[in-house]
């Protein structure tokens, strides 16, 4: 069965500086799918970016990077010159290929940004 | 832009009462979900569906049924509500067919409460 894990309940960061995001999963497929999505203090869930498991080539969008470890079945979020709305929740997802379409969170990981 | 909207976003309903939640797309995707978010546990899939007429079981299906009579409408039921079905539920669609992966979007939200 699939599962997402994130630790890291909360995060706090100043600024401007980068913060990483860490995401565990557990798959016993060989192709699949990571995702991270954003959930605003408004409840707005969006989606931020992906990483397919068949590319070695992290994932970047804007200012949104992904350290993707696959030993380490590991997919870390990485936000770079954090801004104050980025403060969210973080949610990690995956969806294995063998599953069809089913899409399974993490707990989420909420980021505080103080100006 | 794609749009998935939600009703209603607030309810209140009575111990063994039935709860009706509806959700409507325009983006003519063939997947809908159904997630509930609780504190502490994230967003866990109820049920989902491939299309009109089809219905899967998510992770948590037990007490909740679901009907999917067209492409752009997903219902989900609550045949005899109990106090522990209090939650925010989340609808969302997706279509692999885009090449994203199966990316979701999903609506505002329909906060339930049952007393």
């Known amino acids: 069965a699939q599962k997402v894990t994130q630790t890291q309940t909360s995060i706090s960061v100043m600024e401007k500086t980068t913060v990483t995001m860490d995401c565990v999963y557990e798959?016993?497929?060989?192709?699949?799918?990571l995702f991270w999505y954003k959930q605003t203090a408004s409840g707005e869930i969006v989606f931020l970016i992906r990483?397919?498991?068949?590319?070695?080539e992290n994932a970047t969008v804007g200012h949104y990077s992904l350290n993707f470890q696959k030993p380490k079945s590991s997919i870390g979020l990485i936000i770079t010159a954090t801004q104050i709305e980025d403060s969210a929740v973080y949610f990690c997802?995956?969806?294995?290929?063998?599953?069809?379409?089913?899409?399974?969170f993490g707990t989420g990981t909420s980021l505080l940004v103080d100006p | 832009e794609a749009a998935v909207t939600q009703s209603p976003r607030n309810k209140v309903a009575v111990t063994g009462g039935k709860v009706t939640l509806s959700c409507n797309q325009t983006?003519?995707?063939?997947?809908m979900y159904w997630y509930r978010q609780d504190t502490g546990h994230g967003l866990r899939l109820i049920h989902y569906?491939?299309?009109?007429?089809?219905?899967e079981k998510g992770d948590i299906p037990d007490g909740y049924k679901a009907s999917r009579p067209s492409q752009e409408n997903f219902s989900l039921i609550l045949e005899l509500a109990t106090p522990s079905q209090t939650s925010v539920y989340f609808c969302?669609?997706?279509?692999?067919?885009?090449?994203?992966?199966?990316?979701?979007?999903f609506g505002e939200g329909s906060r339930l409460i049952v007393v």
């Open positions: 798959t016993q497929d060989s192709s699949y799918f």
């Open positions: 990483q397919d498991s068949y590319k070695k």
């Open positions: 569906s491939y299309g009109a007429g089809s219905t």
């Open positions: 983006n003519n995707h063939n997947n």
């Open positions: 969302a669609s997706g279509d692999p067919g885009q090449g994203a992966g199966n990316t979701l979007y």
């Open positions: 997802a995956m969806r294995e290929l063998n599953m069809g379409y089913k899409l399974t």
